[in-house]
């Protein structure tokens, strides 16, 4: 008789407090400043990831792809390390490659689907950017130049409906790290559940997401700096909204 494979359960979501949303970023820099050891192992995992995705881009044909996958794959690394953060002994950096280990394959496969994904959205929208632009060229050149104005109207529906096609992209590749390599997850099942979570709390993904753009306006001014500050709470945050919606009863 042949053992039977156990398959992983397929974690239930939560609906939460719009407010969380806030408190996510707040979990994150109570475990990140809590103590200095802890910020350095960090600022060194995000300075490591940044270098070797920055070196594996320059591989020949694949490297654009071979960087984001590896990303994908890094995150989840972290995701390991965040959850290390909360112990006493505290994240180690060798935590960062944790992702290579048994969840490679699905976090590779997960991270394959969610850049094809970006992928024909944006060649899609600047498709359809290219071809509004010639045919408004092609009209102002036979003496319709209110074709021109009317470009000009285009552009900026043609960014809304970009980000309206990418943010369902974003909120699956949001979570899905975490789900693969906390819950084994396969990586359609992974993308589906954390898309469906953003969904089930847009109220409070939406203050998550608008303190993130704040706090990324602030680490770019200054001088960039603050990006090896926001990198490690970002991953922090999200693993606090992975405990929130997928792992407190």
Not at 73 to 86: D, H, I, K, N
Not at 91 to 97: G, H, K, Q, T
Not at 197 to 205: F, V
Request: aromatic residues 10%; hydrophobic residues 60%; contains cysteine.
């Amino acid at each position: 008789m042949h053992d039977q494979v156990a398959v992983p359960e397929v974690p239930k979501l939560q609906r939460v407090a719009p407010s969380r949303g806030f408190e996510w970023w707040k979990i994150a820099w109570r475990l990140l400043a809590g103590r200095g050891a802890v910020f350095v192992v960090w600022i060194a995992m995000i300075i490591i990831e940044a270098i070797l995705c920055w070196l594996i881009g320059f591989l020949p044909v694949v490297g654009f792809l071979a960087s984001n996958l590896a990303s994908f794959v890094f995150t989840g690394g972290l995701m390991q390390a965040s959850r290390e953060t909360q112990t006493q002994a505290g994240p180690r950096v060798a935590s960062l490659f944790s992702g290579f280990g048994p969840a490679f394959g699905s976090l590779v496969i997960a991270g394959l689907l969610v850049a094809i994904a970006l992928s024909l959205v944006v060649r899609a929208i600047t498709a359809a950017g290219i071809v509004l632009l010639f045919t408004a060229l092609y009209a102002a050149l036979r003496g319709n130049l209110q074709a021109l104005t009317d470009l000009g109207l285009a552009a900026p529906l043609l960014i809304a409906a970009e980000l309206t096609l990418l943010l369902p992209i974003l909120m699956a590749a949001w979570l899905a790290p975490a789900l693969i390599v906390f819950r084994r997850q396969p990586p359609i099942e992974a993308l589906k559940r954390s898309l469906a979570a953003s969904w089930a709390n847009l109220a409070a993904l939406s203050r998550y997401g608008l303190l993130g753009i704040g706090l990324a306006v602030i680490a770019t001014l200054a001088l960039g700096l603050g990006w090896l500050v926001l990198v490690p709470l970002s991953a922090l945050s999200s693993y606090a909204a992975y405990r929130d919606l997928f792992e407190q009863s």
